[in-house]
Every structure is written in C-alpha cells, then in structure tokens.
C-alpha cells in the first residue's frame, strides 16, 4: 500500500471511491454536482498551500483524503473516504492517511482542523473523537465552506506543535 499525493490521473479513481462510500444507502445521494471540489482537487487543495492524498494498492485508488486551506493557520479536512476492505484491520489505512494529513498539518504550520460529516456518520464520528477532534455547533465554525450534506456535524481539534513534534488537541 502506498500513500502519495494526488495527480490529475487519480482524478476518475478519486471521485468513484468518494461517490461509492458517499452513496451507500445510509444518507441521502449526493453527487459530484453536490461537492464540485472533486472535479478541482489540484485547484482548491494542492494550488492553495493544502494538500490532497490518495492510498493505492496494486495501482488502484482504495482511500483518499485532502486538507484545505483557509488562511490564518486554518484547514478543513475534507474527502476522507476508505474502500471498505481496508477499514480497521489489518489494513488500518484510515489512521495511516490521518497520520499523513496531521504530519502535513504540523509542518505547514496549521492551528486547526475542522469537518464535517453526516449525523448519522457514527464510526466516522468515533474515529475523529478519538484522534482528538470534539464535535462543534455550525455557529462556531470559523470560517463558510461548503458540505455536501445539510444535516452534518461539525468538529474541530487545535494542534499543538512541540519540539518532539507530537500534536494534541486543545479544547476551546
């Protein structure tokens, strides 16, 4: 399994893994027309100073994940999907792509992260609470971007750098 940054090639693969795990018959469907993000990846992620990470397994896209950057030390995770034969063991693969994304994050000096996920995102929910992230109002989100789901919740952790380059989150 390789992690690497997203290339224009990735770009079919991308949007058929987050469209597959997106539409799964829990939530309602949304498409690309609903988060046109995905057809500007290199543009709103990679042009902007944030970053956009794919997870491959014998050349085909099996997760993804991206962070955008918002200016003032803020970014939003977005587009964090994992085929499901690679969730949990032994794979772990969620974690490894968090890991790449919170690395990034810290070397390019970002604050805080915030998200969205659907209400009724309950693993996705779990694994954020346990990376440190803690669930947020819309109210308090620092900045308007755009979220495919209207019925979503919102988290946010603050990262913390020190010299041994460890982050934790800050409840504010």
């Not at 109002?137 to 010299?163: G, Q, R």
Request: hydrophobic content about 35%.
């Amino acid at each position: 399994m390789k992690i690497q940054t997203y290339v224009e090639a990735d770009r079919e693969e991308v949007i058929s893994l987050v469209l597959h795990c997106q539409n799964d018959g829990t939530r309602p469907f949304v498409s690309v027309d609903d988060q046109p993000e995905l057809l500007h990846i290199k543009e709103k992620f990679l042009d902007n100073g944030g970053n956009f990470w794919v997870a491959k397994e014998q050349g085909k896209v099996v997760g993804s994940v991206g962070l955008m950057m918002c200016g003032s030390g803020l970014g939003v995770l977005k587009k964090f999907f994992v085929s499901e034969a690679y969730r949990g063991k032994p794979h772990h693969l969620g974690r490894k792509l968090y890991k790449t994304l919170l690395n990034f994050a810290k070397e390019n000096g970002v604050k805080r992260i915030i998200l969205d996920t659907p209400k009724n995102a309950d693993r996705a929910h779990k694994f954020y609470e346990k990376a440190g992230f803690h669930k947020i109002e819309k109210e308090e989100l620092p900045v308007a971007y755009d979220y495919p789901y209207k019925d979503s919740d919102f988290f946010s952790i603050w990262i913390l750098t020190n010299s041994s380059k460890s982050a934790e989150a800050v409840h504010r």
